[in-house]
């Protein structure tokens, strides 16, 4: 048997031992870390090259499910997917894509809390590489800063253009928001719909998932009661 051989029946050994383990970590929503699991050597390729290895790689799993890349409609899919990935619903990763904040005065004195509800949300699940969609809801309570509102978006988009969890994402928003601010008053609920649940696996499409961070006075049931109010 030739070396390449006996490496792909140990591959494939490995495989068949772990697959078990791995289909139940994606089931069971398994997230290991607030951070997003990156490299070290992460952003040490261009995104020029990230697009052409990925165009390689996902040409090659067309090739294997026996799509015929000869076709007019599927010639230019792997560099259209990679693209996506890289420019679009994965760019998230890259820090250079985080959103500039630019912070002003209160001099209003406003000082009850500011919420922008129904912000759209599209991400990624990070255990099966299919959407996630809905909308996220977010409140502070100024410390003497406030943020343009869009800005709130921005920060809801930029931690959602990557593989995610739920729970990750909401506490990604949250501790984001009191950085910038300068405030433990941070409220964040998502509600959300995953793909890897209603298109896979148990395949239930009425079922929505419901993630939350609540801090400062948002602990507190009079203000956290008032929040629910407004974005209920």
């Known amino acids: 048997m030739r070396q390449s051989e ?7 050994d490995d ?5 078990d383990e791995f289909e139940q970590a994606g089931d ?9 699991p990156l490299r070290d050597d992460a952003f040490d390729v261009s995104d020029e090259e990230k697009i052409s290895t990925i165009s390689y790689h996902f040409r090659e799993i067309m090739q294997t499910l026996g799509l015929d890349l000869t076709d ?3 010639k230019g ?7 996506m990935y890289v420019k679009e619903i994965f760019s998230g990763l890259d820090p250079a894509n985080k959103p500039d904040i630019a912070l002003f005065d209160n001099k209003y004195k406003y000082g009850q809390m500011l ?19 809905g909308k996220a809801h977010v ?8 943020i343009g509102l869009s800005k709130l978006n921005r920060i809801v988009q930029y931690f959602s253009k990557r593989p995610q969890v739920q729970e990750r994402l909401t506490m990604q928003i949250g501790l984001e928001l009191q950085r910038i601010l300068g405030t433990r008053d941070v409220a964040v609920v998502i509600d959300a719909k995953h793909m890897c649940v209603s298109s896979r696996g148990i395949k239930d499409n009425s079922s ?3 993630t939350c961070f609540y801090d400062g006075q948002f602990k507190e049931d009079e203000t956290k009661n008032e929040f629910l109010q407004y974005i209920k």
């Open 208 to 210: 929505a998932t419901v």
């Open 6 to 12: 006996i490496l792909l029946n140990i591959l494939h």
């Open 28 to 36: 069971d929503h398994v997230y290991t870390s607030v951070e997003t």
């Open 77 to 83: 899919t792997p560099y259209r997917v990679a693209k």
């Open 15 to 19: 495989y068949d031992s772990d697959h």
């Open 72 to 74: 007019d409609s599927l």
């Open 139 to 146: 409140a502070y309570i100024s410390s003497g800063k406030v």
């Open 115 to 133: 919420v922008e509800k129904d912000i759209t949300l599209f991400s990624n699940c990070e255990h099966h590489f299919v959407p996630i969609y």
